[in-house]
Protein backbone atom coordinates (compact mmCIF):
# COMPACT_ATOMS: atom_id res chain seq x y z
CA UNK A 1 0.00 0.00 0.00
CA UNK A 2 1.21 3.47 -1.04
CA UNK A 3 -0.71 5.20 1.31
CA UNK A 4 0.79 7.92 3.88
CA UNK A 5 -0.76 9.88 6.62
CA UNK A 6 1.04 13.45 6.78
CA UNK A 7 1.97 14.91 10.53
CA UNK A 8 0.99 18.65 10.51
CA UNK A 9 1.11 21.15 12.95
CA UNK A 10 2.98 24.67 13.93
CA UNK A 11 6.30 24.99 14.05
CA UNK A 12 8.14 24.19 17.29
CA UNK A 13 5.01 21.80 18.44
CA UNK A 14 7.17 18.05 18.47
CA UNK A 15 6.35 16.86 15.16
CA UNK A 16 9.64 16.17 13.82
CA UNK A 17 10.37 14.60 17.59
CA UNK A 18 6.95 12.48 17.22
CA UNK A 19 8.37 11.33 13.50
CA UNK A 20 11.78 10.66 14.87
CA UNK A 21 10.01 8.28 17.51
CA UNK A 22 7.89 6.87 15.09
CA UNK A 23 10.58 5.83 12.56
CA UNK A 24 13.26 6.37 14.01
CA UNK A 25 14.93 7.74 11.07
CA UNK A 26 16.62 10.72 12.36
CA UNK A 27 14.32 13.72 10.99
CA UNK A 28 15.81 17.18 11.77
CA UNK A 29 15.14 18.44 14.86
CA UNK A 30 15.85 22.52 15.76
CA UNK A 31 13.82 24.73 18.20
CA UNK A 32 13.25 27.55 15.38
CA UNK A 33 10.33 27.04 12.65
CA UNK A 34 10.89 26.13 9.74
CA UNK A 35 13.74 23.40 10.65
CA UNK A 36 11.79 20.96 8.56
CA UNK A 37 11.41 22.30 5.07
CA UNK A 38 11.35 19.03 2.90
CA UNK A 39 8.88 16.73 4.01
CA UNK A 40 10.71 13.26 5.65
CA UNK A 41 9.00 10.03 4.76
CA UNK A 42 9.69 7.08 7.12
CA UNK A 43 7.92 3.71 7.06
CA UNK A 44 6.83 2.27 10.25
CA UNK A 45 5.72 -1.53 11.60
CA UNK A 46 2.34 -1.98 12.63
CA UNK A 47 2.01 -3.36 16.46
CA UNK A 48 -0.04 -6.62 16.07
CA UNK A 49 -0.23 -8.77 18.96
CA UNK A 50 -2.41 -11.07 16.48
CA UNK A 51 1.05 -11.64 14.88
CA UNK A 52 2.50 -13.15 18.45
CA UNK A 53 -0.40 -15.48 18.57
CA UNK A 54 -0.37 -16.78 14.84
CA UNK A 55 3.03 -17.65 15.26
CA UNK A 56 2.62 -19.51 18.60
CA UNK A 57 0.03 -21.55 16.96
CA UNK A 58 0.76 -21.78 13.19
CA UNK A 59 5.12 -21.58 13.81
CA UNK A 60 6.76 -20.44 10.53
CA UNK A 61 10.63 -19.80 10.19
CA UNK A 62 10.02 -15.80 10.62
CA UNK A 63 7.61 -13.26 11.38
CA UNK A 64 7.06 -10.11 9.26
CA UNK A 65 4.91 -6.98 10.37
CA UNK A 66 3.03 -4.64 7.85
CA UNK A 67 3.52 -1.05 7.41
CA UNK A 68 2.83 2.12 6.30
CA UNK A 69 4.31 5.61 5.62
CA UNK A 70 4.47 8.62 8.16
CA UNK A 71 5.25 11.93 6.36
CA UNK A 72 7.02 14.70 8.50
CA UNK A 73 5.77 17.73 6.94
CA UNK A 74 7.21 21.20 8.13
CA UNK A 75 5.14 24.08 10.11
CA UNK A 76 2.69 26.27 9.36
CA UNK A 77 2.23 29.14 10.56
CA UNK A 78 -0.82 32.10 10.22
CA UNK A 79 -0.98 33.24 6.82
CA UNK A 80 -0.04 30.13 4.95
CA UNK A 81 -2.95 29.99 2.64
CA UNK A 82 -1.15 33.48 1.19
CA UNK A 83 2.27 32.02 0.92
CA UNK A 84 3.32 33.00 4.62
CA UNK A 85 6.24 30.83 5.44
CA UNK A 86 6.41 29.02 2.75
CA UNK A 87 2.69 28.41 2.84
CA UNK A 88 2.14 27.27 -0.57
CA UNK A 89 4.89 24.95 -0.70
CA UNK A 90 3.78 23.14 2.73
CA UNK A 91 0.21 23.26 1.83
CA UNK A 92 1.10 20.95 -1.59
CA UNK A 93 2.77 18.32 0.91
CA UNK A 94 -0.13 18.31 3.15
CA UNK A 95 -2.02 18.02 -0.60
CA UNK A 96 0.09 14.61 -1.30
CA UNK A 97 -0.79 12.88 1.81
CA UNK A 98 -4.28 10.63 2.36
CA UNK A 99 -4.72 11.34 6.29
CA UNK A 100 -3.53 14.08 8.27
CA UNK A 101 -2.41 13.59 11.72
CA UNK A 102 -2.48 17.20 13.90
CA UNK A 103 0.42 17.69 16.27
CA UNK A 104 -0.61 20.59 18.66
CA UNK A 105 1.45 21.37 22.03
CA UNK A 106 0.24 20.28 25.16
CA UNK A 107 2.87 21.20 27.66
CA UNK A 108 4.82 24.03 29.16
CA UNK A 109 8.35 24.44 28.61
CA UNK A 110 10.34 28.20 29.17
CA UNK A 111 12.88 26.88 26.92
CA UNK A 112 11.11 26.00 23.66
CA UNK A 113 9.54 28.84 21.68
CA UNK A 114 6.02 29.10 20.99
CA UNK A 115 5.46 30.90 17.43
CA UNK A 116 2.27 32.53 19.65
CA UNK A 117 4.16 33.06 23.13
CA UNK A 118 1.31 31.12 24.50
CA UNK A 119 0.20 27.38 24.82
CA UNK A 120 -3.12 27.03 23.89
CA UNK A 121 -3.46 23.53 22.17
CA UNK A 122 -7.29 24.67 20.66
CA UNK A 123 -6.45 27.80 19.22
CA UNK A 124 -3.29 26.24 17.47
CA UNK A 125 -5.74 23.95 15.86
CA UNK A 126 -7.74 26.49 14.88
CA UNK A 127 -4.67 28.45 12.79
CA UNK A 128 -3.94 24.86 11.06
CA UNK A 129 -7.20 24.50 10.58
CA UNK A 130 -8.45 28.34 9.03
CA UNK A 131 -5.32 27.92 6.52
CA UNK A 132 -6.77 24.81 5.29
CA UNK A 133 -10.04 25.96 4.88
CA UNK A 134 -8.84 29.57 3.05
CA UNK A 135 -6.57 27.55 0.92
CA UNK A 136 -9.50 24.72 -0.26
CA UNK A 137 -11.89 27.97 -0.44
CA UNK A 138 -9.57 29.75 -2.78
CA UNK A 139 -9.41 26.42 -4.88
CA UNK A 140 -12.89 25.72 -4.87
CA UNK A 141 -13.62 29.74 -5.66
CA UNK A 142 -11.19 29.57 -9.17
CA UNK A 143 -12.53 25.93 -10.31
CA UNK A 144 -16.59 27.64 -9.90
CA UNK A 145 -15.37 29.80 -12.17
CA UNK A 146 -13.89 27.22 -14.61
CA UNK A 147 -17.02 24.81 -14.31
CA UNK A 148 -19.35 27.35 -14.90
CA UNK A 149 -18.36 28.23 -18.22
CA UNK A 150 -18.89 24.62 -19.05
CA UNK A 151 -21.74 23.59 -17.86
CA UNK A 152 -23.98 24.19 -20.82
CA UNK A 153 -25.21 20.83 -21.71
CA UNK A 154 -23.13 19.08 -19.48
CA UNK A 155 -24.32 16.88 -17.23
CA UNK A 156 -20.76 15.81 -15.76
CA UNK A 157 -20.30 19.58 -15.09
CA UNK A 158 -23.43 20.58 -12.99
CA UNK A 159 -23.00 17.61 -10.78
CA UNK A 160 -19.10 19.24 -10.50
CA UNK A 161 -20.81 22.24 -9.92
CA UNK A 162 -23.66 21.38 -7.54
CA UNK A 163 -20.72 20.23 -4.80
CA UNK A 164 -19.04 23.21 -5.27
CA UNK A 165 -21.45 25.26 -4.82
CA UNK A 166 -22.68 23.08 -1.52
CA UNK A 167 -18.82 22.75 -0.41
CA UNK A 168 -18.10 26.99 -0.86
CA UNK A 169 -20.25 28.08 2.15
CA UNK A 170 -18.70 25.58 4.78
CA UNK A 171 -15.34 27.22 3.77
CA UNK A 172 -16.51 30.40 4.10
CA UNK A 173 -17.04 29.68 7.20
CA UNK A 174 -14.16 28.31 8.16
CA UNK A 175 -15.38 24.74 8.13
CA UNK A 176 -14.22 21.19 6.69
CA UNK A 177 -15.52 19.22 3.54
CA UNK A 178 -15.20 16.34 5.95
CA UNK A 179 -17.85 17.36 8.32
CA UNK A 180 -20.16 17.83 4.62
CA UNK A 181 -22.61 14.83 4.42
CA UNK A 182 -21.92 13.87 0.64
CA UNK A 183 -24.01 10.75 -1.56
CA UNK A 184 -22.11 7.94 -3.26
CA UNK A 185 -22.04 10.24 -6.12
CA UNK A 186 -20.95 13.53 -4.61
CA UNK A 187 -18.16 11.79 -2.55
CA UNK A 188 -16.50 10.40 -6.01
CA UNK A 189 -16.07 14.61 -7.00
CA UNK A 190 -15.07 15.47 -4.14
CA UNK A 191 -12.23 12.91 -4.04
CA UNK A 192 -10.99 14.42 -7.69
CA UNK A 193 -11.22 17.81 -6.23
CA UNK A 194 -7.83 16.94 -3.81
CA UNK A 195 -9.06 19.30 -1.19
CA UNK A 196 -7.14 19.47 1.76
CA UNK A 197 -9.87 19.71 4.64
CA UNK A 198 -11.62 16.76 2.98
CA UNK A 199 -8.98 14.24 4.27
CA UNK A 200 -9.59 12.09 7.83
CA UNK A 201 -7.55 14.00 10.85
CA UNK A 202 -6.16 12.67 13.47
CA UNK A 203 -5.34 14.97 16.55
CA UNK A 204 -2.33 14.48 18.77
CA UNK A 205 -1.51 16.59 21.58
CA UNK A 206 2.30 16.53 22.54
CA UNK A 207 1.66 16.29 26.49
CA UNK A 208 4.42 15.97 28.68
CA UNK A 209 6.00 13.21 30.70
CA UNK A 210 4.64 13.25 33.82
CA UNK A 211 0.81 13.07 32.25
CA UNK A 212 1.88 10.06 30.40
CA UNK A 213 0.45 7.66 32.72
CA UNK A 214 -2.57 9.22 32.94
CA UNK A 215 -3.50 12.20 29.54
CA UNK A 216 -7.09 12.11 29.99
CA UNK A 217 -5.62 14.17 33.37
CA UNK A 218 -4.28 16.36 31.75
CA UNK A 219 -6.43 19.94 31.18
CA UNK A 220 -4.25 20.31 27.82
CA UNK A 221 -5.33 16.98 26.71
CA UNK A 222 -9.23 17.71 28.03
CA UNK A 223 -9.47 20.85 25.51
CA UNK A 224 -8.20 19.25 22.52
CA UNK A 225 -10.35 15.92 22.99
CA UNK A 226 -13.31 17.85 23.36
CA UNK A 227 -12.67 19.91 20.26
CA UNK A 228 -11.92 16.61 18.55
CA UNK A 229 -15.44 14.81 19.99
CA UNK A 230 -17.43 18.32 18.68
CA UNK A 231 -15.80 17.45 15.02
CA UNK A 232 -16.50 13.78 15.26
CA UNK A 233 -12.40 13.34 15.17
CA UNK A 234 -10.39 11.60 17.30
CA UNK A 235 -7.33 12.59 19.98
CA UNK A 236 -4.93 10.88 21.57
CA UNK A 237 -2.20 12.45 23.94
CA UNK A 238 1.75 11.44 23.40
CA UNK A 239 4.57 12.46 25.12
CA UNK A 240 6.66 12.58 21.99
CA UNK A 241 9.99 13.48 23.63
CA UNK A 242 9.55 10.76 26.20
CA UNK A 243 7.78 8.30 23.68
CA UNK A 244 11.73 8.95 21.13
CA UNK A 245 13.59 8.01 24.33
CA UNK A 246 11.46 4.81 24.42
CA UNK A 247 11.64 4.13 20.85
CA UNK A 248 15.38 3.73 21.17
CA UNK A 249 15.60 0.88 24.58
CA UNK A 250 15.60 -2.67 24.44
CA UNK A 251 13.07 -4.37 24.73
CA UNK A 252 13.62 -4.79 28.54
CA UNK A 253 14.77 -1.81 28.93
CA UNK A 254 11.50 -0.49 27.76
CA UNK A 255 9.59 -2.40 29.53
CA UNK A 256 11.35 -0.96 32.48
CA UNK A 257 10.98 2.28 31.38
CA UNK A 258 7.10 1.97 30.84
CA UNK A 259 6.39 0.51 34.56
CA UNK A 260 8.37 3.64 35.86
CA UNK A 261 6.38 5.66 34.21
CA UNK A 262 2.74 3.79 35.28
CA UNK A 263 1.90 3.26 31.41
CA UNK A 264 1.04 -0.27 30.34
CA UNK A 265 2.24 0.01 26.29
CA UNK A 266 3.72 2.61 24.46
CA UNK A 267 1.55 5.11 23.00
CA UNK A 268 3.01 5.19 20.00
CA UNK A 269 1.50 1.75 19.47
CA UNK A 270 -2.47 3.79 19.73
CA UNK A 271 -1.00 6.04 17.53
CA UNK A 272 0.48 4.15 14.61
CA UNK A 273 -2.65 1.96 14.92
CA UNK A 274 -5.10 5.18 15.15
CA UNK A 275 -3.38 6.44 11.95
CA UNK A 276 -3.43 3.20 10.03
CA UNK A 277 -7.56 3.11 10.98
CA UNK A 278 -7.97 7.05 9.87
CA UNK A 279 -6.33 5.60 6.62
CA UNK A 280 -9.15 2.96 6.35
CA UNK A 281 -6.37 0.33 6.36
CA UNK A 282 -7.28 -3.36 7.66
CA UNK A 283 -4.60 -6.50 7.96
CA UNK A 284 -5.11 -10.01 6.89
CA UNK A 285 -2.20 -12.86 7.45
CA UNK A 286 -1.05 -15.37 5.85
CA UNK A 287 0.61 -18.21 7.90
CA UNK A 288 2.98 -20.76 8.49
CA UNK A 289 6.03 -22.07 6.58
CA UNK A 290 8.83 -19.89 5.34
CA UNK A 291 6.78 -17.00 7.09
CA UNK A 292 4.14 -15.57 9.12
CA UNK A 293 3.13 -12.27 7.53
CA UNK A 294 0.63 -9.33 7.92
CA UNK A 295 -0.36 -7.88 4.59
CA UNK A 296 -2.22 -4.43 4.49
CA UNK A 297 -5.30 -4.05 2.46
CA UNK A 298 -8.06 -0.75 2.45
CA UNK A 299 -11.35 -1.86 3.29
CA UNK A 300 -13.81 -3.56 1.12
CA UNK A 301 -10.88 -4.88 -0.65
CA UNK A 302 -12.25 -7.92 -2.55
CA UNK A 303 -10.12 -11.60 -2.24
CA UNK A 304 -8.62 -11.55 -6.16
CA UNK A 305 -6.92 -7.77 -5.35
CA UNK A 306 -6.04 -8.81 -1.92
CA UNK A 307 -4.15 -11.86 -3.35
CA UNK A 308 -2.84 -9.15 -5.97
CA UNK A 309 -0.94 -7.13 -2.52
CA UNK A 310 1.22 -10.57 -2.32
CA UNK A 311 2.17 -10.97 -6.38
CA UNK A 312 0.32 -9.72 -9.25
CA UNK A 313 0.25 -13.87 -10.34
CA UNK A 314 -1.56 -14.60 -7.46
CA UNK A 315 -4.77 -11.89 -8.38
CA UNK A 316 -4.36 -12.57 -12.16
CA UNK A 317 -4.63 -16.37 -11.18
CA UNK A 318 -6.72 -16.41 -8.38
CA UNK A 319 -9.08 -19.64 -7.78
CA UNK A 320 -10.28 -19.44 -4.27
CA UNK A 321 -9.21 -18.10 -0.71
CA UNK A 322 -8.97 -20.24 1.90
CA UNK A 323 -10.21 -18.33 4.99
CA UNK A 324 -10.33 -18.94 8.88
CA UNK A 325 -10.82 -15.52 11.52
CA UNK A 326 -8.21 -14.94 13.56
CA UNK A 327 -10.46 -14.87 16.41
CA UNK A 328 -11.68 -18.79 15.64
CA UNK A 329 -7.60 -19.72 15.85
CA UNK A 330 -7.38 -17.86 18.56
CA UNK A 331 -9.99 -19.30 20.70
CA UNK A 332 -10.15 -23.19 19.52
CA UNK A 333 -6.06 -23.04 19.21
CA UNK A 334 -4.99 -24.67 16.26
CA UNK A 335 -5.93 -25.07 12.61
CA UNK A 336 -6.87 -28.47 12.96
CA UNK A 337 -9.38 -27.48 15.23
CA UNK A 338 -10.33 -24.51 13.29
CA UNK A 339 -10.94 -26.92 10.52
CA UNK A 340 -12.90 -29.73 12.77
CA UNK A 341 -15.20 -26.86 14.12
CA UNK A 342 -15.59 -25.65 10.65
CA UNK A 343 -14.60 -22.89 10.48
CA UNK A 344 -12.15 -22.92 8.00
CA UNK A 345 -14.65 -21.25 4.64
CA UNK A 346 -13.82 -21.18 0.99
CA UNK A 347 -14.48 -17.76 -0.38
CA UNK A 348 -14.66 -17.02 -4.21
CA UNK A 349 -13.87 -13.80 -6.15
CA UNK A 350 -17.04 -11.52 -4.53
CA UNK A 351 -15.13 -12.06 -1.17
CA UNK A 352 -14.74 -8.69 0.37
CA UNK A 353 -11.66 -9.00 3.21
CA UNK A 354 -12.18 -8.94 6.51
CA UNK A 355 -9.96 -7.42 9.33
CA UNK A 356 -7.84 -10.61 10.92
CA UNK A 357 -8.46 -12.78 7.88
CA UNK A 358 -5.67 -15.43 7.67
CA UNK A 359 -5.65 -16.64 3.80
CA UNK A 360 -4.48 -19.12 1.74
CA UNK A 361 -5.10 -17.93 -1.59
CA UNK A 362 -5.42 -20.67 -4.52
CA UNK A 363 -4.33 -19.61 -7.87
CA UNK A 364 -3.09 -21.18 -11.45
CA UNK A 365 -1.25 -18.93 -13.83
Do not use: C
Request: aromatic fraction near 6%; avoid cysteine; charged fraction near 30%.
Amino acid sequence: MSLTAGIVGLPNVGKSTLFNAITKAGAEMANYPFATINPNVGMVEVPDKRLDRIQELIPAKKVVPTTFEFTDIAGIVKGASKGEGLGNKFLENIRQVDAIVHVVRAFDDDNITHVTNKVDPVADIDTINLELSLADLDAVTKRIGKVTRATKGSEEAQAELDVLNKIKPVLEAGGAVREIDFDEEEQKIVKGLFLLTSKPVLYVANISEDSMSDPEADHYFQAVQKYANDHNAEAIGIAAESEEEIAELDDADKQEFLEAAGVEEPGLDKLIQAAYKLLNLETFFTAGGKETRAWTFLKGTKAPQAAGIIHSDFERGFIRAEVMAFSDLDKLGSEAAVKEAGKLRVEGKDYVMQDGDIVNFRFNV
